[in-house]
Nanobody, 119 residues
Framework: QLQASGGGLVQAGGSLRLSCTASGRYFVGWFRQAPGEERDFVAAISRYGLRTYYADSGKGRFTISRDNAKNTVYLQMDSLKPEDTAVYYC??????????????????WGQGTQVTVSS
C-alpha cells in the first residue's frame, strides 16, 4: 500500500526529495534506520497537511508536504549531512496518532529507500 522512492547518493550539503505514494489518504510519517541503529522518527504530516511534525535532527533542513490529488507525501531534504545516511521508510496510520513520532502508531510501512550522503 505504500511505495517509497527518491533515495540515492548525494554529497554533503546536497538535496534529495523522497516520495511516498499510498493507496489512500493517510496520516503519514517518515522514519529512518542506519545500520545497527533503531528506526527513528524524521517527520510526519496529517491527512490534509494542516499539521506537520519534525524530529530535532531535521528541523530547518527537512520539509514534509503532500499532494492529495496524487496520494503522495514528499520529504524534501536539504543541507544533507553524512549522519543523514540511512534507509528511509514511510509509514501510514489509519487514524490520527497521538504520538506521531512513535513507530507503534503506524499500521502500514513501505519498503524503504536508501539515502547515502558522502562527506
Amino acid at each position: 500500500q505504500l511505495q517509497a522512492s527518491g533515495g540515492g547518493l548525494v554529497q554533503a550539503g546536497g538535496s534529495l526529495r523522497l516520495s511516498c505514494t499510498a493507496s489512500g489518504r493517510y496520516f503519514v510519517g517518515w522514519f529512518r534506520q542506519a545500520p545497527g541503529e533503531e528506526r527513528d522518527f524524521v517527520a510526519a504530516i496529517s491527512r490534509y497537511g494542516l499539521r506537520t511534525y519534525y524530529a530535532d535532527s531535521g528541523k530547518g533542513r527537512f520539509t514534509i508536504s503532500r499532494d492529495n490529488a496524487k496520494n503522495t507525501v514528499y520529504l524534501q531534504m536539504d543541507s544533507l549531512k553524512p549522519e543523514d545516511t540511512a534507509v528511509y521508510y514511510c509509514a501510514a496510520a489509519g487514524g490520527d496518532p497521538r504520538r506521531p513520532s512513535s513507530r507503534t502508531e503506524y499500521d502500514y510501512w513501505g519498503q524503504g529507500t536508501q539515502v547515502t550522503v558522502s562527506s
